[in-house]
């Protein structure tokens, strides 16, 4: 199978292009992450009231 001229090319640029590229910016959250505390609490009481209702 002959090798492509043209995408051994691009395959090369884009490999020089992203070696020499500045990091990439990651995208800041909207809302603060939640500390484990809070988020324990809101996950626990959907379900200890789903066992309380299905005990009553």
């Known amino acids: 199978m ?3 001229p043209y ?3 691009n395959a090369m640029l884009r490999a020089e ?3 020499f590229a500045p990091p990439v910016r990651k995208a800041e959250p ?3 992450p ?3 505390a ?3 609490e809101s996950e626990s009481e ?3 009231n789903a066992t309380a209702d ?3």
């Open 30 to 32: 909207a809302a603060p």
């Open 38 to 40: 809070e988020t324990a």
């Open 54 to 56: 299905s005990a009553a």
């Open 46 to 48: 959907p379900q200890q």
């Open 7 to 9: 995408a051994a090319l």
């Open 2 to 4: 002959p090798i492509d």
């Open 17 to 19: 292009v992203t070696r």
């Open 34 to 36: 939640k500390t484990p």
